[in-house]
């Protein structure tokens, strides 16, 4: 065994300790021992030697000594991390680096590699890297913030100077601990989940349960945090892992597209029937889209006289109202015709929206509507008015009823204010204050006809309605004018 072979380890430990230790990985060497206390030395000067039966012995001897050693380290000072031991052989240095994780996970810290250097090639920037650091995940001084200081951010670096070396060799990629390195500066984590190289958010059986979940957008990071602990037991996944994993499967969905091609082409893969106006000729941002599907524009074709459009105030998450284009059926069912999005709510917003119906409407032989149902927009009206001459608007009644219950709020809301007994006379000289000349003079007449009113003989006088003083007696009364069965009960309401 060479002379040097025992001194390979900082703390106590061998090159025969760290094989003993990692003898059951197969990144790991299993045989030979290597000079690794002068870390200059390129990977020329390695050598490899196997074991004869008395240097097994030695090792063995060695490797005993060794942990007695380390137990005693440990008892005395439970704080300080160990180091990797020098010999840790791996094909590639990912495979090196996860080697070396994989050992530091239960010891409080993990590992990455900086500063690749020692090109193989012949020209500085020809070939791969033959030389790495492995450096402890906190190395190096916290770098200054460059924000403004309205986001509190955190950052894992300590001012840690401790590392090691990657070397490629023949062999493929050693480790090698750097003697000269001091030791860690902080105390070992408490969970593996403090280091992200711990959390294996790469699994491709974890990617996939992520996926799987986050098909419904109900639930939430944390909800699907709980669903992997619970189907795989050693994951230490975080919040921010599978907010990560969401953007990066979404990324791929999208495939180099914007959320905007994507949904575009989309629409062009399936067939969906689409008009879009964008913001320039770049097609970079999108300002108005209108589609529909061949299946509604068949109900539309077959219910084509009456249509209906109302503008949502629930816009998504780019601030663009939903336009939403509805149809009737003969038996009174409300069915989808259009949905469209544009960035506002001006004139030439809703000229492309309509002229988009209409030009869909003409691709698929739909006659034009007979009626065209609406909310008081002027701007709609006045866009259906231009489009479609010939369609007939009408004011949609809830909209109608809305308007109403808003107004009469107003119109009595002294009287909301102070509730008196119907028959007061102060209620009444109140109500006369808040409503014009013609206002009294109905309300005069409908007095008197509940009082004075006498049934026919043999008929029992019916009770009066009393309807209360605000806004929802107002819009009972309206309501019996608008459904009055017969032209009686309509000028009688």
Same mark, same amino acid.
């Given at each position: 065994?060479?002379?040097?072979?025992?001194?390979?380890?900082?703390?106590?430990?061998?090159?025969?300790?760290?094989?003993?230790?990692?003898?059951? $990985?197969?990144? %790991?060497?299993?045989?030979?021992?290597?000079?690794?206390?002068?870390?200059?030395?390129? !990977?020329?000067?390695?050598?490899?030697?196997?074991? $004869?039966?008395?240097?097994?012995?030695?090792?063995?001897?060695? +490797?005993?000594?060794?942990?007695?050693?380390?137990?005693?380290?440990?008892?005395?000072?439970?704080?300080?991390?160990?180091?990797?031991?020098?010999?840790?052989? !791996?094909?590639?240095?990912?495979?090196?680096?996860?080697? @070396?994780?994989?050992?530091?996970?239960?010891?409080?810290?993990?590992?990455?590699?900086?500063?690749?250097?020692?090109?193989?090639?012949?020209?500085?920037?020809?070939?791969? =890297?033959?030389?790495?650091?492995?450096?402890?995940?906190?190395?190096?001084?916290?770098?200054?913030?460059?924000?403004?200081?309205?986001?509190?951010?955190?950052?894992?670096?300590?001012?840690?100077?401790?590392?090691?070396?990657?070397?490629?060799?023949?062999?493929?990629?050693? =480790?090698?601990?750097?003697?000269?390195?001091?030791?860690?500066? +902080?105390?070992?984590?408490? +969970?593996?989940?403090?280091?992200?190289? +711990?959390?294996?958010?790469?699994?491709?059986?974890? @990617?996939?349960?992520?996926?799987?979940?986050?098909?419904?957008?109900?639930?939430?990071?944390?909800?699907?945090?709980?669903?992997?602990?619970?189907?795989?037991?050693?994951?230490?996944?975080?919040?921010?892992?599978?907010?990560?994993?969401?953007?990066?499967?979404?990324?791929?969905?999208?495939?180099?597209?914007?959320?905007?091609?994507?949904?575009?082409?989309?629409?062009?893969?399936?067939?969906?029937?689409?008009?879009?106006?964008?913001?320039?000729?770049?097609?970079?941002?999108?300002?108005?889209?209108?589609?529909?599907?061949?299946?509604?524009?068949?109900?539309?074709?077959?219910?084509?006289?009456?249509?209906?459009?109302? #503008?949502?105030?629930?816009?998504?998450?780019?601030?663009?109202?939903?336009?939403?284009?509805?149809?009737?059926? $003969?038996?009174?069912?409300?069915?989808? $015709?259009?949905?469209?999005?544009?960035?506002?709510?001006?004139?030439?917003?809703?000229? %492309?929206?309509?002229?988009?119906?209409?030009?869909?409407?003409?691709?698929?032989?739909?006659?034009?509507?007979?009626?065209?149902?609406?909310?008081?927009?002027?701007?709609?009206?006045?866009?259906?008015?231009?489009?479609?001459?010939?369609?007939?608007?009408?004011?949609?009644?809830?909209?109608? #009823? #809305?308007?109403?219950?808003?107004?009469?709020?107003?119109?009595?809301?002294?009287?909301?204010?102070?509730?008196?007994?119907?028959?007061?006379?102060?209620?009444?000289?109140?109500?006369?204050?808040?409503?014009?000349?013609?206002?009294?003079?109905?309300?005069?007449?409908?007095?008197?006809?509940?009082?004075?009113?006498?049934?026919?003989?043999?008929?029992?006088?019916?009770?009066?309605?009393?309807?209360?003083?605000?806004?929802?007696?107002?819009?009972?009364? %309206?309501?019996?004018?608008? =459904?009055?069965?017969?032209?009686?009960?309509?000028?009688?309401?």
């Amino acid at each position: 065994m060479p002379a040097n072979a025992g001194q390979t380890s900082r703390r106590g430990g061998s090159i025969d300790n760290a094989i003993e230790i990692r003898s059951s $990985s197969p990144a %790991f060497l299993t045989a030979p021992t290597v000079n690794s206390r002068d870390s200059s030395d390129s !990977s020329d000067s390695e050598t490899w030697e196997g074991f $004869s039966d008395s240097s097994d012995h030695e090792a063995q001897t060695h +490797h005993n000594e060794s942990d007695n050693n380390s137990d005693s380290d440990d008892d005395s000072d439970d704080e300080v991390i160990p180091r990797p031991p020098t010999g840790f052989l !791996s094909p590639t240095i990912q495979a090196l680096q996860s080697a @070396v994780n994989d050992w530091a996970k239960d010891r409080g810290f993990a590992v990455v590699r900086q500063n690749g250097r020692n090109r193989e090639g012949r020209t500085r920037n020809e070939g791969e =890297y033959t030389r790495y650091d492995i450096v402890c995940d906190r190395y190096g001084k916290p770098r200054k913030s460059e924000g403004v200081g309205l986001r509190k951010s955190t950052t894992r670096k300590c001012g840690c100077l401790w590392k090691g070396y990657a070397v490629k060799t023949a062999a493929g990629w050693l =480790y090698r601990d750097d003697p000269k390195a001091p030791e860690h500066n +902080h105390a070992p984590s408490t +969970h593996p989940s403090a280091h992200p190289q +711990h959390r294996n958010r790469r699994d491709p059986a974890i @990617v996939e349960a992520i996926a799987k979940a986050s098909r419904h957008p109900g639930i939430r990071a944390r909800e699907v945090g709980s669903l992997i602990a619970d189907q795989f037991p050693e994951s230490t996944l975080v919040d921010k892992d599978i907010y990560n994993t969401r953007s990066e499967l979404r990324r791929e969905e999208l495939g180099g597209r914007t959320p905007t091609g994507a949904l575009i082409a989309a629409f062009d893969a399936e067939g969906i029937p689409y008009r879009v106006k964008w913001a320039d000729e770049a097609k970079e941002e999108l300002v108005g889209l209108v589609f529909t599907t061949e299946s509604l524009m068949e109900m539309t074709a077959r219910y084509w006289e009456l249509t209906q459009a109302d #503008m949502t105030y629930k816009t998504n998450l780019f601030g663009y109202p939903l336009f939403q284009v509805t149809s009737m059926t $003969s038996s009174y069912h409300i069915f989808n $015709s259009f949905f469209g999005l544009v960035n506002n709510e001006r004139r030439d917003a809703y000229d %492309f929206l309509v002229t988009a119906m209409k030009e869909l409407r003409a691709e698929y032989e739909v006659k034009e509507p007979l009626v065209f149902v609406t909310d008081y927009c002027k701007e709609l009206k006045a866009s259906i008015a231009e489009i479609f001459p010939d369609t007939q608007q009408q004011i949609c009644i809830f909209h109608i #009823m #809305m308007n109403i219950k808003l107004n009469a709020k107003k119109k009595l809301a002294l009287i909301n204010k102070k509730k008196v007994d119907s028959e007061d006379e102060q209620e009444r000289e109140q109500a006369d204050l808040i409503l014009d000349a013609q206002e009294r003079a109905a309300l005069a007449r409908l007095r008197a006809e509940i009082q004075d009113h006498e049934p026919e003989p043999g008929v029992s006088k019916p009770v009066p309605i009393e309807y209360p003083h605000d806004h929802h007696g107002v819009e009972e009364m %309206f309501r019996l004018i608008m =459904y009055a069965p017969t032209e009686d009960l309509f000028f009688k309401a």
